[in-house]
């Protein structure tokens, strides 16, 4: 079992920055990595994937240019760094674990954490 524990969500000003920070109980590098969003009244979408392949990373159109996933898995960690945040960026962040393949396709990661909320608002 692989347990994922996220941290660094608050409430943050549009225009500004976070850093969202998975911890999990072990990491290697043949684990896909992503984090995903819910927003209230919205399905669970996919932002970001760092995949097993190294140096492969994919963003949602909507965070393209603004967020950045990156990974330690000497620290069994992985962040996304989040900038120009949008209200539309409200919504409950989650990271999960694939342990298989090569992407983060949202109905098929193996282990979820229990999700961070952020909201961004004047």
């Known amino acids: 079992q692989l347990q994922l524990v996220e941290s660094g969500g608050g409430l943050v000003q549009p225009g500004g920055s976070l850093r969202l920070s998975c911890a999990a109980s072990r990491l290697t590098l043949y684990h896909n990595i992503g984090w995903f969003r819910q927003a209230p009244g919205k399905e669970r979408e996919g932002v970001s994937c760092?995949?097993?392949?190294?140096?492969?990373?994919s963003y949602a159109d909507s965070v393209k240019g603004r967020f950045t996933i990156s990974r330690d898995n000497a620290k069994n960690t992985v962040y996304l760094q989040m900038n120009s945040l949008k209200p539309d960026d409200t919504a409950v962040y989650y990271c999960?674990?694939?342990?298989?393949?090569?992407?983060?396709?949202?109905?098929?990661?193996?282990?979820w954490g229990k999700g961070t909320l952020v909201t961004v608002s004047s």
């Open positions: 760092s995949s097993s392949i190294q140096g492969i990373t």
């Open positions: 999960a674990v694939r342990t298989v393949g090569s992407t983060c396709p949202v109905d098929d990661m193996n282990y």
